[in-house]
């Protein structure tokens, strides 16, 4: 009997991926591609790994190939850029077992901070790329892409984006393929890339390019669908579905398999249509190709290459207008009520300190109106951009902050080089023991795998202290004198680490007694709002309210009300 | 035409039923149920949300479309047949997603609190009331209640459904 399931396109994906015989697989999590790894792991056939970054991942999911077992990698956009080393070289060395690279682009920045787009990616590393537009497509696509890895001895990027990512469709699902493994033969001229070896094979790599180059004209996934031919356009991924959607009686040019470029078909099918339009999200690189074809197409406005698109924008760029954008009116994010992170950033806004800040949960310290964190860039940053700093702003006036993911993953070295480089002042790592905005993965400093498995627990102690911190503490984050202990160690001529600790109340549900709340002691003068904790508001009479079933009972609160009005329940 | 199950698949119209709230509410269960009873029903699904900053308490919408064939992920605006609110200030911001001739399940909101003592099963109440416009079957919404929930207080969700579709 046939099973259909309605699947993400992540979940898709992956269970194409396993399917067709997928054995090793390694990932670091980041939004939208995070549920491709956790999906993966749930199958004893694959050896599915949370790796400490992307570059470990890719590597590690590399070596699997190598050895000669079919293996996937998986990461959000900018994940790929940590893992752009191993990406451009493994072009030349190619694989063994079939190696798939999957990329989740973020258009719209749903929970991401930039927009790349990592199509243009496949051209800059001389990859080939595959863009489904649906679940469906990314469930079938994973087979196709270990078939084409194989093919050519080429790593393989799917390519998928938050829509595709995070939808769900029906999947009629199949069997798994076991497929025997290579046997590993040493063969320096492939495997090292020294000079002389990687001449050659960028040599080999050119010839290799054009051969794909007559695939993706031959292959089904770019197909030509002739109706009205008075409009013709060109769409990949879910820009197609949006287009489709907007002008069904169109004649299109679908684009599944996205680079390198199918020539041909793009010729024949212009030469069929009257007015052509290339429909994609982002930057124009199917334009821009079509382009240097010498064939006339019509462009989108820049404004279209800001987010992401769906059915009433496609119709927007085809009536030649220009995006107007519209003021953002969704709810901001906020700490969870209860949240360790919150206690940091009240005793950092308290000191009135410089904040270099990282990526995680703690981000929204930036937000209003907690205001306490200055700088936010890529993972890791804040180490090395507060060695820095501190240097410049001078002692006792920058702290770094980061996570206990964010520290294992980038973190670790900008410790080592603020040490080498005898930089003072303080670093603080929170340390929830989870990495919590992705939605709770186990990392290194959780001592669980991605199996669930319990394995070796990283100490952060001792890594800070092996990297050179002068100073190594451990800290409850509700405790009375964290404010203390903060100002302590940033005025120090020291080198410190502050590891705050406290479990993620999101995954531990911890639940103490609340405050009591005395409304007749509450003159409303608002201290308690600048915490921003979603369990005390100002109702519509204007008058402070204490959601008890909201709050978590971790009495921060009672510390910024001067009145009396909030007080710690005694038990 | 008409799907395996016997139901009515009138020519391509695509059912567009829009969902939103704030973290924690039970927005995604509930979008995930509607679109497993319509799949159970033979319909070409397709569900889309944005989940990143679901957690936080920050907005959360989810569009679901069925019917025959259904190409994009997203409603258009003015195009939604149903919208399912579970916040008031989330429904007055997205109200230009419903058609002309669209339901608002807004009333349908207060009735849910009311009825439903454990806030928990509001959104069971909520896919009740959505149930008694759309062409599922209820062997359908049964089983995807059960599959959406993940077994959890099946008897309950059952119960509140059946009370608030059977309700005039
Ligand atoms: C290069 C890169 N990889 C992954 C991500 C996705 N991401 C954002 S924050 C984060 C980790 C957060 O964990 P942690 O630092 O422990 O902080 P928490 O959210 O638990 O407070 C990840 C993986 C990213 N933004 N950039």
């Known amino acids: 009997m046939k099973t259909t399931l309605l699947l993400s396109g992540d979940e898709a994906l992956a269970r194409g991926a396993y399917e067709a015989g997928l054995k090793a697989a390694a990932a670091y999590p980041g939004t939208p591609s995070t549920e491709i790894l956790e999906y993966l792991a749930k199958f004893p056939e694959v050896d599915a790994k949370w790796s400490v970054n992307e570059k470990t991942a890719y590597e590690v999911a590399l070596g699997a190939s190598v050895a000669g077992v079919r293996s ?108 025997a493994d290579k046997p590993f033969t040493p063969n320096a001229p492939k495997y090292v890339m020294v000079p002389g070896y990687a001449y050659k094979k960028h040599i080999a790599l050119e010839a290799k390019l054009l051969e794909m180059a007559k695939y993706s004209d031959e292959t089904p996934l770019n197909s030509a669908e002739i109706n009205d031919k008075s409009l013709g356009i060109i769409a990949d991924g879910v820009s197609y579905l949006y287009a489709k959607e907007a002008f069904p009686d169109a004649s299109f040019l679908k684009i599944g398999f996205t680079y390198p470029f199918c020539d041909e078909k793009i010729k024949n099918f212009a030469k069929e249509v009257k007015d052509l339009y290339v429909i994609e999200e982002s930057e124009p690189f199917i334009e821009e190709h079509v382009r240097q074809l010498g064939i006339p197409v019509k462009a989108k406005d820049v404004s279209y290459r800001i987010g992401e ?17 519209k003021p953002f009116t969704a709810r901001k994010p906020v700490l969870c009520p209860g949240c360790s992170h919150r206690a940091v950033f009240y005793a950092l806004k308290n000191l009135k300190l410089t904040v270099s800040g990282d990526i995680g949960c703690y981000t929204l310290g930036a937000l209003k109106p907690l205001e306490t964190l200055h700088t936010t860039v890529c993972m890791g ?90 100073i190594v503490e451990t800290i409850n984050a509700f405790a009375d004198n964290l404010q203390d202990k903060i100002k302590e160690l940033t005025d120090k001529d020291a080198l410190s680490v502050l590891i705050v600790k406290y479990p993620c109340r999101l995954i531990y549900k911890i639940k103490d007694p609340v405050p009591k709340f005395n409304s007749s002691k509450c003159v409303t003068c608002g201290a308690c709002l600048q915490i921003d904790c979603p369990a005390i508001y100002k109702n519509k009479e204007g008058k402070i309210t204490l959601d008890e079933h909201l709050c978590t009972g971790c009495n921060l609160c009672v510390k910024t009300c001067k009145f009396g009005a909030l007080a710690k329940k005694d038990n | 035409m008409k799907n395996e199950k016997g139901n009515e698949i009138t020519g391509n119209k695509v059912t567009d039923i829009l969902f939103c709230g704030t973290g924690g509410q039970g927005v995604l269960t509930a979008s995930e149920i509607v679109s497993l009873a319509a799949m159970y029903d033979g319909f070409h699904t397709k569900k889309s949300e944005v989940h990143g900053m679901a957690q936080r308490g920050g907005s959360v919408e989810s569009h679901v ?100 579709a059977n309700k005039a």
């Open chain 2, 65 to 164: 479309r069925y019917g025959k064939h259904v190409s994009s992920p997203l409603i258009e605006e003015g195009q939604a047949d149903f919208f399912v609110p579970f916040y008031k200030d989330e429904h007055d911001r997205l109200i230009a997603y419903l058609s002309k001739d669209g339901k608002d399940l807004l009333s349908d909101l207060e009735n849910a609190h009311l009825a439903c003592e454990n806030k928990k099963f509001v959104n069971t109440y909520m896919l009740g009331r959505l149930s008694k416009h759309l062409n599922i079957s209820q062997e359908s919404w049964l089983k995807a209640l059960e599959i959406g929930f993940k077994g959890r207080f099946v008897e309950e969700n059952r119960k509140v459904f059946l009370e608030a």
């Open chain 1, 381 to 470: 940053a804040s180490v090395t951009m507060f060695e820095s700093m501190s240097k410049i702003l001078g002692r006792g006036k920058v702290v770094g902050i980061i996570g206990d993911s964010t520290f294992v993953h980038s973190g670790v070295e900008g410790l080592i080089d603020a040490a080498y480089n005898g930089a003072k002042g303080l670093v603080i790592i929170l340390d929830n023991s989870n990495t919590a905005m992705t939605g709770s993965q186990p990392n290194p400093a959780t001592g669980v795998n991605a199996k669930g498995k319990k394995t070796k627990r990283l100490i952060l102690e001792d890594i800070c202290k092996a990297a050179g911190a002068d």
């Open chain 1, 309 to 325: 698109l769906n059915s009433t924008l496609v119709k927007e760029i085809i009536e030649n207008k220009k995006k107007i954008e």
């Open chain 1, 72 to 179: 996937m990698y998986s990461s959000k956009h900018v994940g790929l850029n940590v893992a752009m080393d191993p990406l451009m070289t493994s072009a030349y060395t190619g694989i063994n077992g079939g190696f798939v690279v999957v990329v989740a682009d973020d258009p719209q920045m749903a929970s991401s901070q930039n927009e790349q787009d990592n199509r243009l990616i496949a051209k800059f590393a001389k990859l080939p790329m595959l863009e489904p537009a649906s679940p469906k497509e990314a469930y079938e696509m994973a087979r196709i892409a270990f078939e084409v890895s194989e093919k050519f001895d080429t790593p393989v990027i799917i390519r998928i984006t938050t829509r595709v990512a995070h939808t769900k469709e029906n999947v009629e699902i199949g069997e798994r393929n076991e497929i």
